[in-house]
T-cell receptor, first 115, second 110 residues
């Protein structure tokens, strides 16, 4: 149980393109989903927290207009990287939990490469 | 702000040796602590979760201890195998958010 599916697993695209990443909880309802970014050999850094039906809460230093997050249902959150540039290349991972202080369950991540 | 540190950053051992991975955190007001495994280019697999009221958790060859007052946790992996080669991440939960360490990359040599 507690499976989180993230799609796509890898994206390669040209600079200026907008890229959408989906995160789905397959067998549970996720009231809260999280988006992380990970650079090579570094820790996961929380980008934003999204609760179903409300606006995402972004961490300090994360551009809201650059990284658009939508959590329209209890099983789906999307992260859109708008007008992506090479510096946005990274590994993006989502997680989901049912609520409160329940454990987070992680997706397999998306490798984004901007040429 | 919670700071999580993992030492060592990398570790190489021969097969069969026991592994000891360390994690320290600055804010002891945590809800729980988790150990994860991450294979190259992959997401996270949860290994053990220790609630703040617990001192340790065990699963198979894995044992994790927690000393909340000193801000430390240790992950022990007994009788290591080449399949244990991966990066191990420690994460602590404060205010319903997770703060991660940078990880310890383990290589088990056959």
């Amino acid at each position: 149980g507690a499976v989180v599916s993230q799609h796509p697993s890898r994206v390669i695209c040209k600079s200026g393109t907008s890229v959408k990443i989906e995160c789905r909880s397959l067998d549970f309802q996720a009231t809260t989903m999280f988006w992380y970014r990970q650079f090579p050999k570094q820790s996961l850094m929380l980008m934003a927290t999204s609760n179903e039906g409300s606006k995402a809460t972004y961490e300090q230093g994360v551009e809201k207009d650059k990284f658009l997050i939508n959590h329209a249902s209890l099983t789906l959150s999307t992260l859109t990287v708008t007008s992506a540039h090479p510096e946005d290349s990274s590994f993006y991972i989502c997680s989901a939990r049912t609520g409160g202080n329940q454990p987070q369950h992680f997706g397999d991540g998306t490798r984004l490469s901007i040429l | 702000k919670q700071e999580v540190t993992q030492i060592p950053a990398a570790l190489s051992v021969p097969e069969g040796e026991n592994l000891v991975l360390n994690c320290s955190f600055t804010d002891s007001a945590i809800y729980n602590l988790q150990w994860f495994r991450q294979d190259p280019g992959k997401g996270l697999t949860s290994l053990l979760l220790i609630q703040s009221s617990q001192r340790e958790q065990t699963s198979g060859r894995l044992n994790a201890s927690l000393d909340k007052s000193s801000g430390r946790s240790t992950l022990y992996i007994a009788a290591s195998q080449p399949g244990d080669s991966a990066t191990y991440l420690c994460a602590v939960s404060n205010d319903y958010k997770l703060s991660f360490g940078a990880g310890t990359t383990v290589t088990v040599r056959a």
